[in-house]
């Protein structure tokens, strides 16, 4: 096994206790080991101190804004609490909105909704889809980031003087690489020139303190599954005008004042973007994860992810043929996530013999952020390593001992090339616990006629 360097030599411990820490899964070969979760960039376990808050919560779960029972009254103070328990985690101005959305996606599309009519964004190439996408329905100014973040912000300046932009959208920490952006300097930039700014913190806010007032960031978007609060809520927080502006985004109940037979008056923000009944369990559960991280702070999140993540970084290193993906030469941060490809190897079928024979989940593929992996991994593709709160330098091991072992020697199974990827051929692990597909294949052939 790749020894990691002696500096990141001793045990670390989770930070925080998750939901499935000690899961054991099925492998091919017939052992049954401890799930090793390393994709915690894509989604991220629950905290549990986040899964108890809501197993109490749901005693008094109730319609939120729409009941005069004790259950409806309590659940929508609890929202109402979760909103603002959320801003104060982002670090909002007073007399910053924060709308419940269902993710980052969601929100950064509502933003998108909002923008004054004839706007122009200005946006990196290294984005992930969902804050490069939305933009399109704008006039949208790609940036293509330079070797250096200072020749890049430099790059971005340009383009936001030469178009009159009046957003700039930013990643707070990439997806694929983990560098972390110079958040403040963009807001001064942006503002020097009359625009906003929005940051993508679907990474960021899980792993670094996010102070939008200090920062002087305009918008900011997250998604609670990625706060270890995969309850299906995520936000968007920042300058209310735009919002109050804008008609709903869902036009619906809730979203409404006054409606007419052919006429509206829309409610005003936060309720005029939440058309629906509202994610209470998702709202609640994402305060929760904002108070726990809170509470542990973030100088302990950081220690912890940086040990470990110097110890995969000395593994892989050790690794005969794996090149690490970056973007600049001089970002200051990164969080713990590696993105890399293995020169010689199909990473589909590398990511692939690690879940089937040594129980490990990574992420191979382009990480929905196609002009980027275009751009940084030749071949196109790349596996991605990335940990969290819940992770241990045991985890850690695991993977290098097991990434090692599948470089050197190969696969020791077989494997097919489906549309979904390559899968284990023959597959004897039972991939329905829950034994749903069963249950559905029963009583779907006993809706068969006989023939
Ligand atoms: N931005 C970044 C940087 C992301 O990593 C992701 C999720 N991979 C998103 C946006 C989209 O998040 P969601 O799928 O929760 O909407």
Redesign the pocket.
């Known amino acids: 096994m790749p020894s990691p360097s002696s500096s990141s030599n001793c045990a670390v411990a989770p930070l925080l206790p998750v939901v499935g820490a000690g899961t054991t899964v099925p492998l091919v070969t017939g052992e049954e080991v401890r799930y090793v979760g390393l994709d915690v960039?894509?989604t991220s376990p629950a905290l549990v101190p986040v899964v108890d808050h809501v197993q109490r919560l749901l005693g008094y779960y109730g319609s939120v804004h729409r009941g005069a029972g004790f259950a409806s009254q309590v659940s929508t103070d609890l929202y109402e609490a979760s909103r603002q328990q959320i801003g104060v985690f982002v670090g909002a101005r007073a007399d910053d909105a924060v709308v419940i959305t269902?993710?980052?996606?969601?929100a950064?599309g509502l933003l998108s909704h909002v923008l004054p009519a004839d706007s122009t964004v200005v946006h990196l190439d290294v984005?992930?889809h969902?804050?490069l996408l939305p933009w399109r329905a704008h006039h949208a100014v790609v940036v293509l980031a330079a070797p250096t973040l200072g020749e890049t912000l430099q790059r971005l300046e340009e383009a936001v003087a030469g178009s009159g932009a009046r957003l700039i959208a930013v990643?707070?920490?990439?997806?694929v690489t983990g560098e972390v952006l110079p958040l403040d300097l963009l807001a001064d930039l942006a503002h020097r020139h009359g625009a906003r700014l929005v940051v993508?913190a679907?990474?960021l806010a899980p792993h670094r303190r996010l102070d939008i007032a200090a920062t002087g960031v305009d918008y900011v978007?997250l998604?609670g599954?990625?706060l270890y609060a995969p309850f299906g809520a995520?936000a968007l927080v920042g300058r209310r005008d735009w919002l109050e502006a804008a008609p709903a985004y869902l036009p619906g109940g809730g979203a409404v004042r006054e409606v007419g037979v052919d006429d509206v008056e829309w409610a005003p923000v936060p309720a005029r973007h939440e058309g629906g009944t509202p994610n209470l369990v998702g709202a609640a559960a994402l305060a929760q994860a904002c108070r726990v991280l809170a509470g542990v702070g973030p100088r302990a999140i950081e220690d912890h992810e940086r040990a470990l993540h110097a110890r995969l970084e000395a593994a892989l290193e050790a690794v005969p043929g794996v090149r690490r993906l970056q973007v600049w030469d001089d970002a200051p941060d990164r969080l713990a996530v590696s993105s890399f490809v293995v020169d010689g190897h199909d990473h589909g079928l590398v990511t692939a013999a690690l879940a089937a024979e040594h129980g490990i989940g990574v992420r191979d593929g382009r990480?929905?952020a196609h002009p980027l992996l275009a751009r940084l991994a030749p071949g196109g593709t790349a596996i991605r390593v990335s940990l969290g709160v819940g992770t241990s330098s045991e985890d850690i091991d695991r993977f290098a001992t097991a990434l090692a072992a599948v470089v050197a020697a190969g696969p020791r199974w077989t494997y097919e090339r489906t549309e979904a990827g390559w899968a284990p051929t023959p597959d004897p692990r039972d991939l329905d616990p829950f034994a749903i597909r069963a249950e559905v294949r029963r009583e779907t052939s006993a809706c068969e006629p006989a023939s």
Do not use: M, P
């Open positions: 960039a894509a269902r993710n980052t996606t969601d950064l984005e992930h969902a804050n990643t707070g920490a990439s997806n993508d679907a990474q978007a998604s599954h990625k995520g990480f929905c």
